[in-house]
């Protein structure tokens, strides 16, 4: 059941329909557990596409084993296009031939922040004029929290075939990014801290790995992740 949520999220499926075999006797019981699961929902939202991510999903089914799926998408038809053609223009002008897979990551880390300030607003009061914690506010507004730098950053990792998926926290998100068959942290909003001399760029949380984070962090909990989903950075 848990595969069939991820396809239709990363398919980008706004509606759809399956049906429980009898022989899965379990088959409703889990999908209520499931669509009733907010932080297992979210976190299988982060291994799809980001275009394909949802900002609601209901689930409905009935006693002949029918469950119908509903989404709401976080970006738009034309969000994609805007996104889609910004990204191609950016790769166009920074990203060379030449450019090994590091380098290119690290091009389009240190153009995302140099374009782009935390949206210190939306982080406060919940509330922002720009779509801060999309894509759309770190690429096209300028603005953004986490999320809108880490699917903003996703989008290009799957413009270049790297493999990469969103990891969360409680609080928080980044991505997580396969570099010479290693899984490593790529965190664009603590390279991008809020500051009172003017913009800051940093590549503190550049690539780094499990031990690398821990010692960055500090004692904060930011980056506490549940190893049992985000099984590849074990």
Same mark, same amino acid.
């Given at each position: 059941?848990?595969?069939i949520?991820?396809?239709?999220?990363?398919?980008?499926?706004?509606?759809?329909?399956f049906?429980?075999?009898? #022989?899965?006797d379990?088959?409703?019981? @889990?999908? =209520? %557990? $499931?669509?009733?699961?907010?932080?297992?929902?979210? *976190?299988?939202?982060?291994?799809?596409?980001?275009?394909?991510?949802?900002?609601n999903?209901?689930?409905?089914?009935?006693?002949?084993?029918?469950?119908?799926?509903?989404?709401?998408?976080?970006?738009?038809?034309?969000?994609?296009?805007?996104?889609?053609?910004?990204?191609?223009?950016?790769?166009?002008? #920074?990203?060379?031939?030449?450019m090994? @897979?590091? =380098? %290119? $990551?690290?091009?389009?880390?240190?153009?995302?922040? *140099?374009?782009?300030?935390?949206?210190?607003?939306?982080?406060?009061?919940?509330?922002?004029?720009?779509?801060?914690?999309?894509?759309?506010?770190?690429?096209?507004?300028?603005?953004?929290?986490?999320?809108?730098?880490?699917?903003?950053?996703?989008?290009?990792?799957?413009?270049?075939?790297?493999?990469?998926?969103?990891?969360?926290?409680?609080?928080?998100?980044?991505?997580?990014?396969?570099?010479?068959?290693?899984?490593?942290?790529?965190?664009?909003?603590?390279?991008?801290?809020?500051?009172?001399?003017?913009?800051?760029?940093?590549h503190?949380?550049?690539l780094?790995?499990?031990?690398?984070?821990?010692?960055?962090?500090?004692?904060?909990?930011?980056?506490?992740?549940?190893?049992?989903?985000?099984?590849?950075?074990?």
């Amino acid at each position: 059941v848990k595969n069939i949520f991820y396809s239709i999220i990363n398919n980008g499926w706004a509606d759809f329909t399956f049906y429980c075999p009898k #022989e899965y006797d379990s088959c409703l019981k @889990d999908v =209520q %557990k $499931i669509s009733n699961d907010d932080s297992l929902l979210t *976190n299988i939202n982060n291994f799809a596409h980001p275009l394909n991510s949802f900002a609601n999903i209901e689930t409905s089914y009935d006693d002949s084993g029918e469950v119908n799926v509903s989404l709401k998408k976080l970006y738009s038809d034309d969000d994609k296009m805007i996104i889609n053609n910004k990204v191609n223009s950016i790769i166009t002008a #920074e990203i060379n031939n030449d450019m090994n @897979d590091t =380098q %290119k $990551i690290r091009t389009i880390h240190d153009f995302i922040i *140099n374009n782009t300030e935390y949206d210190v607003e939306r982080n406060e009061k919940g509330t922002s004029a720009y779509a801060s914690n999309t894509a759309y506010g770190a690429l096209i507004d300028g603005k953004a929290i986490c999320s809108g730098y880490a699917d903003a950053m996703a989008i290009f990792l799957n413009k270049f075939n790297i493999p990469n998926f969103k990891i969360a926290s409680g609080t928080h998100v980044w991505n997580a990014v396969k570099i010479n068959n290693e899984w490593l942290h790529l965190d664009l909003t603590w390279d991008d801290p809020v500051s009172n001399i003017g913009p800051i760029l940093d590549h503190k949380y550049f690539l780094i790995n499990n031990e690398e984070l821990s010692k960055a962090d500090g004692n904060l909990t930011d980056h506490t992740f549940d190893k049992t989903i985000y099984q590849e950075l074990k």
